[in-house]
T-cell receptor, first 115, second 114 residues
Framework: GAVVSQHPSWVICKSGTSVKIECRSL??????MFWYRQFPKQSLMLMAT?????????EQGVEKDKFLINHASLTLSTLTVTSAHPEDSSFYIC???????????FGPGTRLTVT | LAKTTQPISMDSYEGQEVNITCSHN???????ITWYQQFPSQGPRFIIQ???TKVTNEVASLFIPADRKSSTLSLPRVSLSDTAVYYC???????????????FGQGTTLQVKP
């Protein structure tokens, strides 16, 4: 149990286009989901907290107009990278908590490459 | 959230027990200690969580001394497949500020050799 999926697993897009990444909790309902970004050889950086039915809470330094988050249901959150640039190339990971908020279940990640 | 300090890297050999220590001097009364494992190009995986003394599950043990200013993740008889990055996180599970936010430190890269 407690499986989180992400789609797509990897995506290549051209600079200036937008990309949507989906995060789904497959066998449980997640009121809160989290989005992280991870650059090579670095740790995960929390981008935002996504709450079902309300606006996401962004961490300091993360542009909310560039990284649009929608949490329309208890099993789905989406992250849209708008007007992507090469510096947005990274590994994007989502997570969801089921019971304990610190026992989070992570998705497999999405590798975004912007050319 | 309490800041954590871990060794950047560790080496071990197959079959050995590995202990990774994490320092969290500013841990608060309501904070729990959680460890995650991450393989390359994958999301982190929850390993174990504890508050005090010792916690054991099918994967690892977590030792927490009485002052709770540090904790040690113990992996028994590691194999090559245990090569990964291990993260120690500290956070408040029960308080009013409980947001579930996880702030990852640099983690410890464990390399298991044959």
């Amino acid at each position: 149990g407690a499986v989180v999926s992400q789609h797509p697993s990897w995506v290549i897009c051209k600079s200036g286009t937008s990309v949507k990444i989906e995060c789904r909790s497959l066998d449980f309902q997640a009121t809160t989901m989290f989005w992280y970004r991870q650059f090579p050889k670095q740790s995960l950086m929390l981008m935002a907290t996504s709450n079902e039915g309300s606006k996401a809470t962004y961490e300091q330094g993360v542009e909310k107009d560039k990284f649009l988050i929608n949490h329309a249901s208890l099993t789905l959150s989406t992250l849209t990278v708008t007007s992507a640039h090469p510096e947005d190339s990274s590994f994007y990971i989502c997570s969801a908590s089921r019971d304990s908020p610190y026992e989070q279940y992570f998705g497999p990640g999405t590798r975004l490459t912007v050319t | 959230l309490a800041k954590t300090t871990q060794p950047i890297s560790m080496d071990s050999y197959e079959g050995q027990e590995v202990n990774i220590t994490c320092s969290h001097n500013n841990i608060a009364t309501n904070d729990y200690i959680t460890w995650y494992q991450q393989f390359p190009s994958q999301g982190p995986r929850f390993i174990i969580q504890g508050y005090k003394t010792k916690v054991t599950n099918e994967v690892a043990s977590l030792f927490i001394p009485a002052d709770r200013k540090s904790s040690t993740l113990s992996l028994p008889r590691v194999s090559l497949s245990d090569t990964a990055v291990y993260y120690c996180l500290v956070g408040d599970l029960l308080g009013s500020s409980n947001t579930g936010k996880l702030i990852f430190g640099q983690g410890t890269t464990l390399q298991v050799k044959p």
